[in-house]
């Protein structure tokens, strides 16, 4: 059982680690726009235009691609000063209870943003400036829920088996 959780550990983990490569791009596409804008306005008088759109949706795209690889470093705000305290079989039922309760969070707000894009993609709602669909960042925001929704499963799985042998 350990090595099929390994192999599918490993599985998660290159796909978070290759989400948050996107992030970082477009983090710097963000960025790079930023500055282009700024000198265009400036220098130039001539701002990009649409440019706060498509920061706007770079922001999407940094936002949601990097909650996978932050879950899987434990990056994110833990409270452990009181389970730390507490016998091991209550932490373990205490983190796997959390655990749970992450990915139903994260497997209804996947199941939303698919309905949500879905009726995006149908009713055909673009942005006003330059016109780019709105449904393939709703689309990417439930393929990210996914992917954490599979971290938070590794991470229960660990938790759960650690110790067995």
């Not at 192999?7 to 290759?18: A, M, P």
């Not at 949601?64 to 389970?83: P, S």
Request: hydrophobic share 55%; with cysteine.
């Amino acid at each position: 059982m350990s090595g099929k959780i390994d192999k599918f550990e490993k599985f998660v983990n290159s796909l978070s680690n290759w989400l948050n490569w996107v992030a970082g791009t477009a983090l710097v596409a963000m960025l790079a726009l930023i500055v282009a804008d700024i000198i265009g306005a400036k220098l130039f008088k001539w701002p990009i235009p649409g440019g706060i759109e498509v920061v706007g949706f770079l922001c999407v795209v940094v936002i949601a691609f990097a909650i996978a690889q932050t879950q899987t470093i434990h990056g994110h705000i833990e409270v452990e000063f009181l389970v730390t305290r507490l016998p091991q079989t209550a932490r373990k039922v205490i983190a796997a209870i959390i655990y749970c309760l992450g990915m139903a969070l994260f497997a209804l707000l996947a199941w939303r943003s698919y309905d949500f894009g879905r009726v995006l993609q149908v009713s055909g709602e673009v942005s006003m400036t330059q016109r780019i669909p709105f449904y393939s960042f709703v689309y990417s925001i439930a393929f990210c829920c996914i992917v954490v929704f599979l971290v938070l499963l590794v991470q229960c799985l660990r938790e759960v088996t650690k110790g067995k042998k």
